[in-house]
């Protein structure tokens, strides 16, 4: 029996009822500040042709502070070509070390399902050494409570229920960070898109920036700006430099959560012969709430795209 893997971030990172997380998703689109001033506009292309976005970087925390940039990575994702699939990169936070992706199955949230690319998933485990089965880690104790795959999903969602058309997922959860490794995983993955000509996919990888604590919690604006800022900066410029090798230095000098998935992404681009990267918004935590006052906590959040 395939397995449902179940919201664990629905009532956290957002929202658990249908009605309120379709509304949040759609504020944090026409959101004028950060967000994109309008709703998701598409171009249903159902002739054929290369994809011009291969994929973009989107953040994956609450959706009040990080849904605005994630809107402008699905802008350009879906916007030129509604996919078959999405694969998602993601990153862990409980402590899981391997490569690992579900074969079957499907991923729920308030929206309903999506169901996984069980063809793509078995061309990846036949082509690639690095990648194994492992339902274990997106299901239970304790990898079921990782989120930064989950919250990628209902943006998917609202994204596929606009262009009437279904789309499937595969997640992909990297928990490792070794230069060679990930070359490898990279090229496998390239490999595996470039011989599905017939279906057209596209790649999200998820990651926050810098995680930062001001020293000076009852004025941090000048903080945050300064130092946390530059710190994204540095990975943001190495990012648009199409540097893969430069970005993952730069994100592990500081608390980027990702630098694996964008990294992964960023290879997965130069072997399939993408060109360019592009930086499509970026802001805290700390601005999105306002930017004025008191904070003991910030947090980064970038969108960014691959493209031709």
Not at 96 to 113: L, N, R, S, V
Not at 191 to 207: E, G, H, M, P, R
Request: net charge negative; charged share 20%.
């Amino acid at each position: 029996m395939a397995i449902i893997r179940n919201p664990s971030a629905a009532g956290r990172f957002y929202p658990r009822f249908k009605g309120e997380l379709l509304d949040t998703i759609h504020e944090n689109f026409v959101n004028s500040s950060f967000g994109l001033s309008h709703d998701l506009n598409l171009t249903i292309d159902n002739n054929g042709g290369d994809r011009k976005v291969l994929g973009g970087v989107s953040p994956h925390a609450g959706y009040i502070y990080s849904g605005s940039a994630t809107a402008h990575t699905i802008q350009e994702v879906f916007g030129q070509k509604v996919p078959d699939t999405v694969i998602i990169l993601g990153t862990q936070h409980t402590g899981y070390y391997e490569i690992g992706i579900m074969k079957e199955g499907a991923w729920k949230t308030p929206f309903g399902t999506l169901d996984i690319d069980t063809d793509l998933a078995i061309q990846l485990l036949k082509e690639s050494k690095v990648v194994k089965e492992d339902d274990s880690a997106f299901n239970g104790f304790p990898h079921g409570r990782e989120h930064n795959i989950e919250v990628q999903i209902p943006f998917i969602q609202y994204a596929a229920t606009k262009a009437q058309k279904s789309v499937k997922i595969l997640p992909i959860k990297i928990g490792k960070m070794n230069q060679n490794v990930l070359e490898t995983l990279g090229k496998d993955i390239a490999s595996v898109l470039d011989s599905n000509n017939n279906k057209d996919i596209a790649i999200i990888a998820s990651s926050d920036m810098t995680h930062y604590q001001p020293q000076n919690p009852r004025n941090p604006k000048e903080e945050i700006l300064q130092i946390q800022h530059k710190r994204d900066e540095a990975v943001m410029e190495a990012f648009e430099q199409f540097n893969w090798q430069k970005t993952l230095e730069k994100a592990t000098d500081t608390s980027v959560c990702g630098p694996q998935c964008i990294a992964t992404l960023m290879i997965i681009g130069k072997e399939m012969g993408y060109t360019t990267a592009k930086k499509l918004q970026y802001y805290t935590s700390y601005e999105k709430i306002g930017g004025t006052g008191p904070s003991d906590y910030s947090v980064g959040y970038f969108s960014g795209i691959i493209s031709r």
